[in-house]
T-cell receptor, first 114, second 110 residues
């Protein structure tokens, strides 16, 4: 049972570089999410997708773009990385409908922007 | 905008004591509430999920209650052990959007 898989696990970027964080789930979930976690601030929602083909902004979307490539995959792109984007990024997925809404998380991507 | 608050931010107890962790939320139109555990440097592990129609959920030493009308949930951990030391987060689902509190960091002293 792979669950939610994120790649890469660690990344160091220079200011201004771009990169894409990948996320895939094998639980046939409709909803997928991207969060960032910073010390003392909990998890803040960047973007979410309630179904294939739809995406919505969360609390902190500036500087990020997302793509819901298909039902399984939801990627997060940093077009021009900034030191303020140094964080741990988590992807999550959940089902919809009665008895199927439990959310599951990936192991995270630790990103440092220098 | 949904605000989720967890109090206290940190808690230290001796082994064997019962733990009480609180979570409050501002929008009572939640679909469900979920409690997670996070160990340092790790991802989130789901502990309990309470549907909006439920009052409580139990798993082993863990019991979570939900009072939707007052916007509150409480996680009880009975007879705490050093292995229970972790950060505990609650999250609420509203309109396909999952919002988190900042968490309570628990230390259980042997």
């Amino acid at each position: 049972n792979a669950g939610v898989t994120q790649t890469p696990k660690f990344q160091v970027l220079k200011t201004g570089q771009s990169m894409t964080l990948q996320c895939a789930q094998d639980m046939n979930h409709n909803s997928m999410y991207w969060y960032r976690q910073d010390p003392g601030m909990g998890l803040r929602l960047i973007y979410y997708s309630a179904s294939e083909g739809t995406t919505d902004k969360g609390e902190v979307p500036n500087g990020y773009n997302v793509s819901r490539l298909n039902k399984r995959e939801f990627s997060l792109r940093l077009e021009s990385a900034a030191p303020s984007q140094t964080s741990v990024y988590f992807c999550a997925s959940s089902g919809q409908g009665a008895g199927n809404t439990e959310a599951f998380f990936g192991q995270g991507t630790r990103l440092t922007v220098v | 905008k949904q605000e989720v608050t967890q109090i206290p931010a940190a808690l230290s107890v001796p082994e064997g004591e019962n733990l009480v962790l609180n979570c409050s939320f501002t929008d009572s139109a939640i679909y469900n509430l979920q409690w997670f555990r996070q160990d340092p440097g790790k991802g989130l592990t789901s502990l309990l999920l309470i549907q909006s129609s439920q009052r409580e959920q139990t798993s082993g030493r863990l019991n979570a209650s939900l009072d939707k009308s007052s916007g509150r949930s409480t996680l009880y951990i009975a007879a705490s052990q050093p292995g229970d030391s972790a950060t505990y987060l609650c999250a609420v689902l509203v309109d396909y959007k999952l919002s988190f509190g900042a968490g309570t960091t628990v230390t259980v002293r042997a």
